[in-house]
């Protein structure tokens, strides 16, 4: 059975999230794997920068500003793991609009110094 978040079904998020992660394949710097949170994301030197939640939402790790910026814009939402906490440097998009690799890319840049 194949669950649905905003009309987008887990398959297809799987395949967008894959697509991303493999323009990141040439890259020696990025890896995937590990426990914990965000264990099937993207990570640079070790640190996260893209995820699909739980939830099936597509997370990336940006500047606060950047996070603000696109808050505000109405692109996504500050990204809250599940205790309530929200994430500020950490945006989470519900659908996939063609901005996936885009952010990824900036995330990247972020966490792993360019």
């Known amino acids: 059975m194949t669950w649905q978040l905003c009309g987008v079904s887990s ?24 426990k914990g949170f965000g264990s099937t994301g993207l990570k640079v ?6 995820l699909v939640s739980s939830r099936g939402e597509y997370v990336v790790k940006l500047p606060r500003a950047r996070v603000s910026e696109l808050v505000s814009a109405g692109v996504g939402v500050l990204f809250d793991p599940g205790h309530g906490r929200l994430m500020r440097e950490w945006i989470a998009l519900s659908g996939n609009d063609g901005r996936w690799l885009e952010l990824a890319k900036e995330a990247r840049a972020y966490v792993g110094g360019a």
């Open 11 to 34: 398959p297809e998020r799987s395949a967008a999230f894959e697509r991303v992660a493999g323009a990141f394949a040439t890259d020696r710097r990025v890896t995937r794997g590990g």
């Open 45 to 50: 030197d070790g640190k996260l920068f893209a």
